[in-house]
C-alpha cells in the first residue's frame, strides 16, 4: 500500500516541480516583459511537463534525456554570442528560466532511475528475508528428521519382527503389517524431502547431459502419467552442450516439476517438455548491475515444463516458492517441492520461474548457465546455503 | 559351518535389541550387542566379529572415531565395517553406494532384510 503510494507520488512531485519551474518563467516574464525570449522558455517548460512524465518509464527515459540535451543545446546557443563578446540576444533572465527545466529534467530522469533501484533493493531484502527464514526452518527441520529416523527404524524392525513371527496370521493382520511397514516408508520418504530441503548437501557436479537428466526425470514419473493418461510432447533441443550438473538433484527438480504437472492436470491432458540454447537479451534480471543474475548476451539452456490444466490462481502465485505451502490435500505433499527445487537451480546458479502460460495451463521454467568458471560454483553454493 | 558374527554397536537399545533379534532369527548370524560406544572397542576386541555395524551419533563416543581406532587394531583391520545411521538419507545418496570417512554406510531406517542382504554379501565365513 505505501510503496504503490510512494509510486504514484513521483510522477506527481515531479508534476509539481515543472509546474513550479513553469510558475518561476511566467513570473519573470511578468517581471520583465521586455525579454521576448522568455516566451521561448515558456514553451520548452510547456514541453518539459510531458517530458517529465515521461522519464517515469523505463522504456520513455530516452526520450526525456533527448528533450534534456535539446534544451542544453538551447542554453548553449542562447550563450554563444556573449562569450564570443556579440551582443547578447537573449537577455539575461532567460537563462534563469532555462536553467531550472534542465535541471528538472535531468533529475526527473535520476528519479525514475532512483524508484527502479529502491524497488529492486526492497526485492533483494525481501529475498534476504526470506532466505534466512528458509535457512532457521531447514536447520529445524533437518534436526527433527534426524530424530525421527530412530524412532522409525524400530517401527520398521519390529513389523518386520512380527511379520516374520506370525506365520501362522490371517489375511487382515498380515495386511496391517504390511500397511505399517508401508507408513515406514512414507514417513522416510519425506523426511527424506524435509533433509534435502534443509541444506544439507553440497553439489556434486559432474559433466552431464541435460536432456538426458530430463528423459531420466521422466522415466520416473512414467507410471503415473500413464495411470492419469496424460501423454507428453518432447521437444528436446539436441545442440545443448554438456553441463556440470549434480544429475540427482536435477533430477529431482524435474520430476517435482513434472509431478506438480501431473497433479494440478488430474486426469487426461497433456505435459510439453522443451530444452533449448537461448541468448539472454537485457530485459528483467538481465543487465549489468550487481542485481542482476545475467548478463545480457550470456548464453544459457532453458528448460520448460508446460501443463495443460487449469494454471494457478492468482493469489497463490507470490506463495509458490515458500516452504510448506501447498495446495495439495494433507498426506500429498509437503508444500516443499518447489523450495528444494528453487535452492537446488540457485546452487547451479540458474534460476527457475513459475507462472500461468497464456491461455491455459501452468509453466515452470529452469534457467542454467552454459558458460561457469568453477569458484563462481563454491560462491553459489555458499550463498544458497546462507 | 559357523554363524557370522556381528557387532552391533547403537545406543538405541530398543533397535539394537530388535535388529540382533531379526538378524540371529532369520540370518543364521551370531550378533553382539554393545550399547555403550565407549565400550565398543574392547567389545570388537573380545568378539571378534566378521562385520561391525556401527552408530555413528552417540552420546559417548563418535562413530568416525571408533571406526579409525578398530581399523589400527591389528585384530580388527580386516573386519568390515559398515555406519548405521540416522545422519544420512537414502535418497541423500541418489540410492547409489557412498561412503562417510571411506566406510560404507546404511541409512536408517533401514530395512532389516536389506542389513541381512549386506552381511550375506559381505561376509564369506570359511570353515
Known amino acids: 500500500m505505501v510503496d504503490r503510494l510512494a509510486a504514484e507520488l513521483v510522477p506527481l512531485r515531479a508534476l509539481a516541480l515543472s509546474l513550479l519551474t513553469l510558475a518561476a518563467a511566467i513570473t519573470a516574464a511578468v517581471v520583465s516583459p521586455e525579454t521576448l525570449l522568455d516566451q521561448e522558455a515558456l514553451a520548452s517548460g510547456l514541453a518539459l511537463i510531458p517530458a517529465l512524465l515521461l522519464a517515469h518509464h523505463r522504456r520513455w527515459s530516452v526520450v526525456s534525456t533527448l528533450l534534456g540535451v535539446g534544451l542544453v543545446a538551447l542554453t548553449i546557443v542562447h550563450l554563444a554570442p556573449p562569450l564570443f563578446g556579440v551582443s547578447p540576444e537573449v537577455p539575461i533572465p532567460t537563462m534563469f528560466v532555462v536553467a531550472p527545466y534542465i535541471a528538472v529534467v535531468l533529475s526527473a530522469g535520476w528519479l525514475g532511475e532512483v524508484r527502479r533501484y529502491q524497488a529492486e533493493l526492497k526485492a533483494t531484502q525481501l529475498q534476504l528475508i526470506q532466505s534466512d527464514k528458509l535457512d532457521s526452518i531447514g536447520r529445524m527441520t533437518a534436526g527433527i528428521a534426524h530424530e525421527v529416523k530412530n524412532p522409525l527404524m524400530m517401527i520398521l524392525v519390529g513389523t518386520k519382527i512380527l511379520s516374520k513371527r506370525l506365520v501362522n496370521a490371517d489375511d487382515t493382520t498380515r495386511q496391517i503389517l504390511q500397511d505399517m511397514s508401508d507408513a515406514v516408508a512414507r514417513a522416510d520418504r519425506i523426511i527424506g524431502g524435509l533433509l534435502s530441503y534443509s541444506r544439507d548437501g553440497g553439489l556434486d557436479l559432474e559433466p552431464a547431459d541435460l536432456n538426458a537428466t530430463i528423459e531420466t526425470s521422466l522415466l520416473f514419473v512414467k507410471h503415473e502419467l500413464d495411470k492419469v493418461q496424460i501423454a507428453v510432447v518432447k521437444d528436446l533441443d539436441p545442440s545443448i552442450p554438456t553441463l556440470k550438473l549434480d544429475g540427482f538433484k536435477m533430477q529431482q527438480v524435474f520430476i517435482n516439476l513434472l509431478m506438480n504437472a501431473i497433479h494440478a492436470i488430474g486426469q487426461d491432458g497433456d505435459i510439453r517438455v522443451s530444452s533449448s540454447v537461448q541468448t539472454l537479451a537485457a530485459g528483467r534480471g538481465v543487465g549489468y548491475r550487481r542485481t542482476d543474475r545475467y548478463v545480457p548476451g550470456e548464453r544459457v539452456a532453458v528448460i520448460r515444463i508446460e501443463d495443460s490444466g487449469p494454471g494457478i490462481p492468482e493469489e497463490h502465485l507470490s506463495k509458490l516458492f515458500d516452504p510448506f505451502f501447498t495446495t495439495k490435500p494433507v498426506g500429498r505433499g509437503t508444500g516443499l517441492g518447489l523450495a528444494v527445487c528453487r535452492q537446488i537451480v540457485e546452487m547451479h546458479r540458474g534460476s527457475i520461474e513459475v507462472g500461468n502460460r497464456e491461455g491455459r495451463g501452468a509453466q515452470a521454467t529452469v534457467i542454467l548457465r552454459l558458460e561457469h568458471p568453477e569458484d563462481d560454483y563454491e560462491k553459489a553454493t555458499d550463498s544458497a546455503r546462507g | ?127
Request: glycine content about 8%; hydrophobic content about 45%.
Open chain 2, 1 to 127: 559351518m559357523r554363524k557370522r558374527r556381528i557387532l552391533l554397536v547403537d545406543d538405541e537399545v530398543a533397535i539394537a535389541r530388535a535388529l540382533a533379534m531379526y538378524l540371529t532369527e532369520n540370518g543364521d548370524c551370531e550378533v553382539c550387542v554393545e550399547n555403550a560406544g565407549s565400550a565398543a572397542l574392547a567389545a570388537a576386541r573380545q568378539f571378534r566379529p566378521d562385520l561391525i555395524l556401527l552408530d555413528i551419533v552417540m552420546p559417548d563416543a563418535d562413530g568416525g572415531t571408533l571406526a579409525a581406532q578398530m581399523k589400527a587394531e591389528p585384530v580388527l583391520k580386516h573386519t568390515h565395517i559398515v555406519f548405521l545411521t540416522a545422519l544420512v538419507s537414502r535418497n541423500a545418496t541418489g540410492g547409489g553406494s557412498k561412503t562417510i570417512g571411506g566406510l560404507p554406510f546404511l541409512a536408517k531406517p533401514v530395512d532389516p532384510d536389506a542389513v541381512l542382504e549386506y552381511i550375506d554379501q559381505h561376509v564369506v565365513v570359511r570353515g
